[in-house]
Nanobody, 125 residues
C-alpha cells in the first residue's frame, strides 16, 4: 500500500507561483512513477506532469511546458510540482497519483493504482 498526501495549494494572483508537494508513505513508495493531474469545475480530470521513479524522465502536457516543473526527492519520498507564471485557467484541484508503470501515469486519467486527496489551486486575474 502507498498513501499519497498533497499539500501546497492556495490562492495566488495571475503570474504568481506555488509549489505543490506529494508526500508518499509505504514500504515501496519510492519504486513508483508519480504524476500530477488536475480537475477544474465542470471539466474532466487532465494530466499535467509525470516523473519516473528514478527521476530521470519527465513528461508534461503542452499547456504547462516551460511554466511547471516536476521533481522528486527520493530520500524524502516526496514529489514536487513547481508552478510558475500561473494563469486563471490553471485553477483546479490538483491530485498526485502513483503507479509502477510510467506509461500508465502518462497516458491515463483513471485506472492508476494510488491517488491522493487533492489540493486546491486558485489563480485570480
Amino acid at each position: 500500500q502507498v498513501q499519497l498526501v498533497e499539500s501546497g495549494g492556495g490562492l495566488v494572483q495571475s503570474g504568481g507561483s506555488l509549489r505543490l508537494s506529494c508526500a508518499a508513505s509505504g514500504r515501496t513508495a519510492s519504486a513508483y512513477a508519480v504524476g500530477w493531474f488536475r480537475q477544474a469545475p465542470g471539466k474532466e480530470r487532465e494530466f499535467v506532469a509525470a516523473i519516473t521513479f528514478g527521476g530521470s524522465t519527465t513528461h508534461y502536457t503542452d499547456s504547462v511546458k516551460g511554466r511547471f516543473t516536476i521533481s522528486r526527492n527520493s530520500a524524502k519520498n516526496t514529489v514536487y510540482l513547481q508552478l510558475n507564471s500561473l494563469k486563471p485557467e490553471d485553477t483546479a484541484v490538483y491530485y498526485c497519483a502513483a503507479d509502477r508503470n510510467f506509461a500508465v501515469v502518462v497516458t491515463r486519467t483513471s485506472g492508476i493504482t494510488y491517488w491522493g486527496q487533492g489540493t486546491q489551486v486558485t489563480v485570480s486575474s
